[in-house]
């Protein structure tokens, strides 16, 4: 156990401050440290053994079954741990890396009952970020690293938010202020002839493929499922229980949500309709992915009643918000049928 969880901010030139020196003698004893990334914080610890492996799992309340990725400072380190490097990896990682992609390739055999979970893929990545990137060069090792909150919690995109998941779990937490992407990486799987998206996120499909100049197989559920563990659980979510109302419902509706809600106490909003367009409400903005989860936290810790979140296009970058949206829903509106169905129960 570690009583108290230290929270260490790190300055703009993280080579030469004490708390990723602090940082990286920590991860050498095997011991586990939050940090932040572009896209969200992480929670890392040696990729290479297994009883860091299966502390990061406790750490989290992890489903055993769900891989870890791997994060790299430099894409020619993938060779450690990819038993063979895919034709695209170089142009992929020319393209996006240091960056929010994360790309699943065959793994040597050693790290297959590590990180893989028995899997014979691995995922890795090279953050975008100088204080993650510092850090895994001054450890030396590459890190294993999930977001940094409790399973089936929206992931942190602050220091203040690994805390609060966090505290008396692990010794450390690198402050590098709020995440910049705010979701997290898009997952590629380059194991079949043609990449697969299994997560999407801020990097899309059409990004990848204008890189490739060739397709890209965006994951129907059932294979992303297969594929990826971690699509499988309920995810992202506050508390409360949250309403996401998809772009097509009308203000009309909106606002009789609210005052139905509102009969049971406290409503947070998360989305972009004029203030006052509803009384009874605590809101909360954001603009897509960067301030999803912190939206989402903020109006939790009001201990609401409910959380109404603006759904977006599933198009292009709203595809990954409304990924995460959907898997944090208890109710889910397309339409105003849907939700005058809802209302009339
Ligand atoms: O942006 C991110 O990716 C953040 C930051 C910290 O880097 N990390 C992150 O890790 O989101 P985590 O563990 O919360 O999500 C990793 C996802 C899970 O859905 C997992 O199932 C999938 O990647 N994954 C990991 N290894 C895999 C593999 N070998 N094959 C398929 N999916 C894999
Ligand atoms: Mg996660």
């Not at 850090?135 to 409790?150: D, F």
Request: charged share 20%; hydrophobic share 40%.
């Amino acid at each position: 156990m570690n009583p108290s969880t230290r929270i260490m901010k790190v300055s703009d030139s993280p080579s030469e401050d004490p708390a990723l020196a602090e940082a990286a003698r920590l991860l050498r004893d095997g011991e586990l440290v939050a940090f932040p990334t572009e896209t969200v914080y992480g929670l890392g610890g040696d990729a290479g053994r297994l009883d860091v492996i299966e502390k990061i799992f406790a750490a989290k309340n992890r489903p055993s079954d769900n891989p870890l990725i791997i994060h790299l400072d430099h894409w020619e380190r993938v060779s450690t741990y990819a038993s063979h490097t895919p034709e695209l990896l170089p142009i992929l990682s020319r393209a996006f890396w240091p960056g929010p992609l994360t790309v699943v390739v065959e793994a040597k055999p050693e790290i297959r009952n590590t990180v893989g979970r028995g899997l014979n893929t691995v995922a890795v990545r090279v953050p975008n970020h100088p204080i993650a990137r510092e850090l895994i060069r001054l450890a030396g090792m590459g890190l294993a690293a999930p977001s940094a909150n409790i399973s089936g919690r929206p992931s942190p995109t602050t220091a203040q938010h690994v805390f609060q998941d966090m505290n008396g779990r692990i010794p450390l937490i690198l402050d590098g202020g709020p995440c910049q992407v705010g979701i997290e990486s898009t997952v590629l799987d380059l194991t079949e002839q043609q990449p697969i998206i299994l997560r999407p996120g801020m990097i899309t499909g059409s990004d990848i493929e204008a890189v490739l100049g060739a397709p890209v197989t965006r994951a129907r559920k059932s294979e992303a499922l297969r594929r990826s563990p971690g699509t499988r659980y309920r995810h992202y979510s506050p508390n409360a229980p949250v309403y996401v109302i998809g772009p097509e419902i009308s203000m009309a509706l909106f606002k009789k949500l609210v005052q139905r809600l509102a009969m049971d106490g406290e409503v947070g909003y998360l989305g972009s309709r004029p203030p006052g367009a509803c009384t009874h409400l605590h809101a909360a903005s954001y603009q897509l992915a960067n301030r999803l989860y912190a939206g989402l936290r903020e109006l939790d810790e009001r201990q609401p009643c409910g959380i109404v979140v603006d759904g977006l296009r599933e198009e292009e970058a709203g595809l990954s918000v409304m990924d995460r949206l959907k898997k944090a829903a208890t109710h889910y509106f397309i339409s105003d049928a849907d939700m005058d169905a809802f209302l009339s129960q």
